[in-house]
């Protein structure tokens, strides 16, 4: 059965920089699209990056220069390097694969496009 399961989350002062992992297991890693997701406290789900299986990525404006999506298909895995963090950053993230074919009626940033979920990891950025 397919899975996603994050690591790597943490509390850091503003400025610093983590690095989130998730390990995914169950299905054709080769062929899906991943994604970070993340939800503040009191807000929703909101997509940060993605990739597709042809390695094209897609972030959110919010993180654009400062956040870094890699996937390594031999590993099966996909990680965020989170840089120059910000208080506003701090929120659960979440690891999303979609096994297979894209669902082209949603973005790549929307949370319908994803089919697997992982169990998020807290990331707490302070002043």
């Known amino acids: 059965q397919a899975g996603v399961q994050e690591s790597g989350g943490g509390s850091v002062q503003a400025g610093g920089s983590l690095r989130l992992s998730c390990s995914a297991s169950?299905?054709?890693?080769?062929?899906?699209?991943m994604a970070w997701f993340r939800q503040p406290p009191g807000k929703e789900r909101e997509g940060v990056a993605a990739i597709d299986h042809g390695g094209s990525t897609t972030y959110a404006d919010s993180v654009k220069g400062r956040f870094t999506i890699t996937k390594d298909n031999a590993k099966n895995t996909l990680d965020l390097q989170m840089n120059t963090l910000k208080l506003e950053d701090t929120a659960t993230y979440y690891c999303?694969?979609?096994?297979?074919?894209?669902?082209?009626?949603?973005?790549?940033?929307?949370?319908?496009?994803?089919?697997?979920w992982g169990q998020g990891t807290q990331v707490t950025v302070s002043s």
């Open positions: 999303a694969a979609r096994p297979g074919r894209r669902d082209y009626r949603y973005s790549i940033l929307d949370t319908n496009q994803y089919t697997c």
């Open positions: 169950g299905y054709d890693y080769s062929t899906d699209t």
